[in-house]
């Protein structure tokens, strides 16, 4: 068990002192200072202030004879001090500095070695006594029995500071903090011993759009299974905590979003696929006890963000007019996601941006949902009833929903909804139906002002009961209270060198690989004999490690990545290569990195620097292939800003054109998180091949490479459309799909780059029809009531007619005819497969199901019908599908009357 560690501060005098003594001295009191332990127990009321220093910690706690404890915080910004006024326990944090009060007591107990944080609960003051003898921690008992108990036992203010996001402690009755980190493509925390042949850091995969990309339920099960186990193997050292504000299931309405990096694509179908898949496999975690599984939540997930978040701040920062009809501002002046109202038409709203979110509700069963900051139709998303009616009336979801952080005070501070704390916290938490605040306030907005609202009769006890309840309810289903020891437990022996391990990389390099697009290529891919060639490796991604990870604030700790930029790979492989960056993406790291845009504070800033022209030419001219290695960064495109462009940032464009003056032989590679419009890349016959890599996570430098030599044929396909640079004149709050030429594959009539769903291979598949032709026409009956059968089976048979083996992704379209009803959308994923590893000449079947679902039209009004017409029903891939009709006929049919829809108001529904 790690010792203290005396930290050595001040002038040489008093350095001898802490070191002799074990004190550091402050004015005329004195502190132990603990470095690297966070000190856990009761919080003094409003004692989270902000400090510069341990030093002042120190101070402030001697200043206050209720203080015994204090902790420096020094990953927060600004660094804080936490004050406490009872025992804890000590749990291991490299980012904390604490101490106890001059004459105060001893230090509390330290957690035995590989056990985690929630060792000690249901004990004496968390202290490692004996347990409690309560109702709350006896395991035999019911669910619903235990957590009343531990209701009964709180106080108002230790219920109103356990509901936030950060969770506390409450050792008076041995509950222990449950906490919340990130997990939206590997877990966001440090790392935890180096074991085995791993480095103990959590292991980051692909970022949203390239596992969408991969288009493969299983790839993101085993992705959830890994979380869940690196997860529980770093809690159970302390490192990282049991609940996570993940996977972010919103759709691309948009390509200049900001966020777009971290969502799988702009399908409803495919997102609801993605969200299901790894929720549940994170939720369920690993098997153990031989394989018999486990009767615990592995971790809690949290699917986000709902409702209709799609927008960071509209730029170039006016709020221009005339504002589309489908979404304002509420505040004039700087429209952003902080006073946005999406407020779409009732078909857009049933028919497209709730059906990712219905699917993961229903069937993976998240423990949260996260509502948003922007507002629905007028109301705040966080101060919604429409949160309670849609999902836990209609969809019967049984969980909690949480604040986006600093979006309960948003209430008033941005949207201007209410006036006054007491109405806030009502709105947010009985009319918003929302149970925990997740803020960046100290102390947290519900905790802060939930006992004043209950004195003033703003809310009731018996209404942050019922949020209290909800919540306290996961930390059960953790296991958190119960005993350690007990054998039904297995997931706290998760050891240290389940994190990094063999199969983690494995599964981390086939995401890669999978989540690649090859997205145009005249045959010079792959690349033959390349280690007797000279290759020129041209731009500012050449040698991109941690921008490989997407935002820094949404990927854990990661070292291995360091060493695994395709330039590194490459100069490992033995490649011949003459390096040149050419140009960076953005010059100079903007104030407010890494949610500022270039330029800032004042974009676009000065003029990029283009000194580094000539290398990349000298560069180019000398080899065979020079590879170009361009896209985003965290600078260009992030969370808090959306694009003004859908162009390479900064010289990028410049520097390929010249590049391509010199090179005939040029492949671009692509690293970015939404769509680019590299309109002269696709028109030079210079450029033979483009490469999507997305941001392709810890190993993505080996996967680019194996795809570019042949090692791997490329098998992603686009989870989203590109557009040319034109799109860009559509106004970006526009939430009507189907205004101003149309947004997403579903209703664009706008030019494109690329389609959704567009992805070459190095092999051909052909697409055959089983029991029917290509072209022929099936004439179906509506039935006469909703049935969950299917309408009509497609089957098809799939061989690869190449020579290669490769993975072939298939895909079923529903498509609009002119036959059609109105409202059918121009074209509706419903299916989609992953068939691996085919061989030249191997043939397999693949069955879809047209259902009342996937057929149905939404109408004006929201409701969704199966309607008579003609519809054209495409299987395969975008590039050389299979086609059929199909011809309903009969009487309408409602397959979903959404009279939840009664919420909104009337000139939504007419």
């Not at 159970?236 to 777009?260: E, V």
């Not at 959704?756 to 179906?780: M, N």
Request: with cysteine; charged share 20%; aromatic share 8%.
């Amino acid at each position: 068990m790690r010792g203290t560690v005396i930290l050595v501060i001040a002038t040489a005098a008093s350095a001898v002192d802490a070191a002799v003594n074990g004190r550091t001295h402050v004015g005329n009191s004195t502190c132990q200072f603990d470095w690297g332990w966070d000190y856990m127990g009761d919080d003094l009321p409003g004692g989270w202030p902000d400090a510069k220093s341990a030093d002042e910690c120190c101070t402030l706690c001697n200043a206050n004879d209720n203080c015994k404890f204090w902790s420096f915080i020094m990953d927060s910004s600004p660094t804080q001090c936490a004050l406490k006024t009872g025992l804890g326990t000590r749990s291991a944090n490299s980012n904390r500095i604490s101490g106890s009060r001059h004459g105060g007591p001893a230090p509390p107990p330290s957690l035995p070695f590989n056990k985690p944080a929630h060792y000690f609960s249901c004990t004496v003051n968390m202290t490692g006594a004996p347990r409690l003898d309560y109702p709350m921690c006896d395991p035999s008992l019911p669910l619903d029995s235990r957590v009343a108990d531990l209701l009964s036992r709180l106080t108002v203010a230790e219920k109103a500071a356990a509901i936030n996001s950060n969770g506390v402690a409450i050792p008076r009755v041995g509950l222990p903090k449950l906490g919340a980190a990130e997990d939206t493509h590997g877990v966001v925390c440090g790392c935890g011993k180096a074991a085995g042949n791993g480095t103990g850091c959590p292991t980051q995969f692909p970022a949203g759009p390239g596992l969408g990309a991969s288009f493969d339920r299983t790839l993101w099960a085993d992705i959830g299974l890994i979380i869940a186990t690196e997860a529980r193997a770093l809690n159970n050292q302390q490192r990282c905590p049991l609940y996570f504000l993940d996977p972010n299931i919103n759709l691309m309405r948009d390509p200049r979003w900001g966020r777009a990096q971290e969502v799988p694509g702009e399908d409803p179908f495919l997102t609801g696929e993605y969200g299901v898949a790894i929720i549940s496999a994170t939720q369920k975690g690993p098997p153990v006890s031989g394989g018999s599984g486990t009767p615990y939540l592995a971790v809690a997930d949290t699917m986000k963000h709902w409702l209709m978040y799609d927008l960071e701040g509209y730029q170039p920062g006016t709020d221009v007019q005339p504002r589309p009809n489908s979404s304002t501002c509420d505040i004039s002046g700087l429209c952003s996601r902080q006073n946005f109202d999406a407020s779409p038409p009732a078909q857009d709203l049933t028919g497209y941006y709730v059906k990712a979110f219905e699917a993961t509700a229903t069937r993976a069963k998240p423990e949260a949902i996260m509502c948003a900051y922007n507002a629905e139709y007028g109301i705040p998303s966080c101060a919604n009833p429409l949160n309670a009616k849609l999902a836990r009336e209609e969809w019967g979801w049984e969980g909690w929903f949480i604040s986006d952080c600093g979006a309960i005070s948003g209430i008033v501070i941005g949207h201007n909804y209410t006036h006054d704390t007491d109405s806030t916290i009502r709105a947010g938490l009985v009319d918003g139906g929302v149970d925990v605040n997740c803020g960046n306030q100290n102390p947290p907005y519900y905790q802060q002002n939930i006992p004043g609202a209950v004195t003033s009769g703003a809310i009731s006890e018996f209404d942050l009961d019922t949020a209290a309840e909800r919540y306290f309810r996961t930390l059960f289903k953790l296991g958190m209270l119960d005993p350690i020891q007990n054998e039904e437990q297995p997931l706290v022996a998760i050891p240290p060198e389940s994190v990094d391990n063999a199969f983690a990389r494995d599964i981390a390099l086939t995401a890669a690989l999978r989540g690649i697009v090859l997205l145009e290529n005249d045959g010079i891919l792959p690349l033959k004999n390349v280690k007797t060639m000279t290759v020129a490796f041209v731009g500012p991604n050449c040698n991109a490690t941690q921008d490989m990870l997407s935002a820094p604030q949404y990927h854990g700790t990661n070292t291995l990545v360091n060493t695994h930029s395709p330039l590194q790979v490459a100069r490992r492989r033995r490649w011949n290569v003459n390096y040149a960056r050419g140009c960076s993406i953005c010059d100079t790291v903007p104030p407010g990195y890494p949610n500022m845009p270039c330029g800032s504070p004042n974009p676009p800033g000065p003029a990029p620097d283009t000194t580094g022209f000539l290398d990349a030419v000298a560069a180019a001219e000398a080899a065979d292939v020079t590879i170009m290695f361009l896209g985003t960064d965290q600078t260009t495109e992030a969370e808090n800003f959306d694009r003004v462009s859908l162009r390479l940032p900064g010289a990028q464009e410049e520097l390929l054109e010249l590049v391509a003056s010199v090179s005939k032989n040029v492949v671009v590679v692509l690293m970015n998180g939404g769509p680019l419009a590299i309109e002269f890349a696709k028109s030079s016959p210079s450029v033979r091949a483009i490469v999507e890599a997305f941001q392709p996570g810890e190993l993505g430098g080996d996967a680019i490479l194996d795809i570019l030599t042949g090692v791997v044929s490329p098998s992603g396909k686009m989870p989203y459309t590109t557009y040319t640079e034109e799109y860009t004149s559509r106004d970006i709050r526009e939430a009507d799909l189907r205004a101003d030429g149309g947004t997403t594959y579903w209703w664009t009539t706008r030019p494109t780059l690329w389609p959704f769903g567009h992805g070459l291979t190095y092999t051909q598949f052909s697409y055959t029809w089983h029991g029917a032709s290509s072209g022929s026409t099936a004439r179906v009956s509506i039935p006469k009531s909703v049935t969950t059968r299917p309408i009509l089976e497609h089957t098809v048979l799939v061989t690869n007619t190449g020579k290669i083996t490769a993975d072939c992704v298939i895909m079923a379209f529903v498509e609009a005819t002119q036959e059609s009803p109105p409202g059918t959308p121009l074209k509706k994923l419903f299916g989609f497969d992953r068939l691996r590893g085919m061989t030249p000449g191997a043939s397999r079947s693949v069955t879809f199901s047209s259902t009342a679902d996937n057929l149905a039209v939404a109408a004006v009004n929201g409701t969704e019908y199966l309607v008579p017409g003609t519809y054209k029903i495409t299987i395969g891939d975008v590039v050389a599908p299979t086609e059929r009709l199909l011809q309903l006929v009969g009487d309408d049919l409602i397959v979903r009357s959404n009279s939840w829809l009664s919420i909104l108001p009337r000139s939504v529904r007419e």
